[in-house]
């Protein structure tokens, strides 16, 4: 059965950091790409970052780079995005995906295994 499962989300204020984790089981975690997805009330899911299955190329949507974080633990199973200097246009839910392409995929439905998503709010 495979299965993600995200944690780590929450309330916070401006101007901080929270780190998202993403537990993988029932695949072999090394050979896929895992990416982060998010969505906002009212619109639709937006990629957020990616990171190949060999953790040597990452990617960003433009409102986050310098800013988030993502990294992977392959003896952990397990996915990360740091996320610093929050701002309230980066509340949503957070997901994470996982793709057997190629590099950093960015499409949605590149990813036929999602998480539940962990909701993020952050205030002022």
């Known amino acids: 059965q495979v299965q993600l499962v995200e944690s780590g989300g929450g309330l916070v204020q401006a101007g901080g950091s929270l780190r998202l984790s993403c537990a993988a089981s029932?695949?072999?975690?090394?050979?896929?790409?895992m990416g982060w997805y998010r969505q906002a009330p009212g619109k639709e899911r937006e990629f957020v970052a990616a990171?190949?299955?060999?953790?040597?190329?990452?990617n960003y949507v433009d409102s986050v780079k310098g800013r988030f974080t993502i990294s992977r633990d392959n003896a952990k199973n397990t996915v990360y995005l740091q996320m610093n200097s929050l701002r309230p246009e980066d509340t949503a839910v957070y997901y994470c995906?996982?793709?057997?392409?190629?590099?950093?995929?960015?499409?949605?439905?590149?990813?036929?295994?999602w998480g539940q998503g962990t909701p993020v709010t952050v205030s002022s």
């Open positions: 990171i190949a299955w060999s953790a040597g190329s990452t």
């Open positions: 029932g695949l072999t975690f090394s050979t896929y790409a």
């Open positions: 995906a996982a793709s057997k392409r190629l590099g950093v995929p960015r499409g949605l439905y590149e990813y036929p295994v």
